[in-house]
């Protein structure tokens, strides 16, 4: 067991070495296709570059400071700040916050640590996000409305948690990259595809503009 858990770990080393060259960000310059070419999305997102959101991911920490972790469902996670662009690649990933944390306040925290390398889209472009975050230059929201003692242990494996999520994403763009006719990332294309075609063709039927102000 302890054989497996050190290459378990020195491949998670190796990977959260490739997020500095896999998750970054490729091309802020050009307006994406999906966006050119759906009159759902053109041209009230042609500055868009991408999404970002807080995503829980189910956490093990010790009894003492498992109230940090709680969500608001109750249970135990990290919550961690997600950017994505619209070719559903991670651009930048935030690990290592309580489930308690607002996301807004993960965001906040990110943009002030310039060492932290947030990816800042250009001047008259954005990120959009959901009601949680802030409308301000360059992010739009919708209008509102082991070994050792217990200790020891358990910071080591909150470490590990964290350098899970980052492998993962990690290996999820190294697939969109190098294997673009993935099944799993094909399907889900095909339904997002879907989903805009049924948009417009209800918008057109319906006679009626979208109202972005909700």
């Known amino acids: 067991m302890e054989t497996i858990d050190q290459h378990v770990h020195r491949v998670l080393r190796a990977l959260v070495r490739l997020d500095r060259d896999l998750v970054r960000p490729r091309n802020f310059n050009d307006t994406h296709p999906r966006i050119i070419n759906n009159q759902l999305f053109w041209p009230w997102f042609k500055n868009c570059v991408g999404v970002l959101d807080g995503t829980h991911v189910s956490a093990w920490v010790r009894a003492e400071i498992q109230e940090r972790y709680r969500n608001r469902y109750s249970g135990l996670s990290q919550n961690v700040l997600a950017v994505c662009d619209h070719d559903m690649r991670f651009v930048y990933v935030r690990v290592?916050?309580?489930?308690?944390?607002?996301?807004?306040?993960?965001?906040?925290?990110?943009?002030?640590?310039?060492?932290l390398g947030f990816p800042m889209a250009p001047e008259g472009k954005y990120y959009?996000?959901?009601?949680?975050?802030?409308?301000m230059p360059r992010f739009m929201a919708p209008f509102r409305g082991a070994r050792g003692t217990q200790h020891e242990r358990a910071n080591y494996l909150i470490a590990t948690q964290n350098n899970i999520v980052l492998a993962c994403c990690t290996l999820h763009n190294?697939?969109?990259?190098?294997?673009?006719?993935?099944?799993?990332?094909?399907?889900?294309?095909?339904?997002?595809?879907?989903?805009?075609?049924?948009?417009?063709?209800?918008?057109?039927?319906?006679?009626?503009?979208?109202?972005?102000?909700?």
């Not at 290592?96 to 807004?104: C, I, K, L, P, V």
């Not at 959009?128 to 409308?135: H, P, Q």
């Open 174 to 214: 190294f697939i969109r990259d190098n294997m673009p006719n993935d099944m799993y990332f094909n399907e889900e294309a095909a339904l997002g595809a879907l989903a805009d075609a049924q948009d417009a063709g209800n918008e057109v039927q319906g006679g009626q503009n979208f109202d972005f102000s909700q």
């Open 96 to 115: 290592g916050y309580e489930g308690s944390t607002h996301d807004a306040r993960i965001l906040r925290n990110t943009l002030l640590d310039l060492n």
């Open 128 to 135: 959009a996000g959901d009601t949680a975050y802030t409308n």
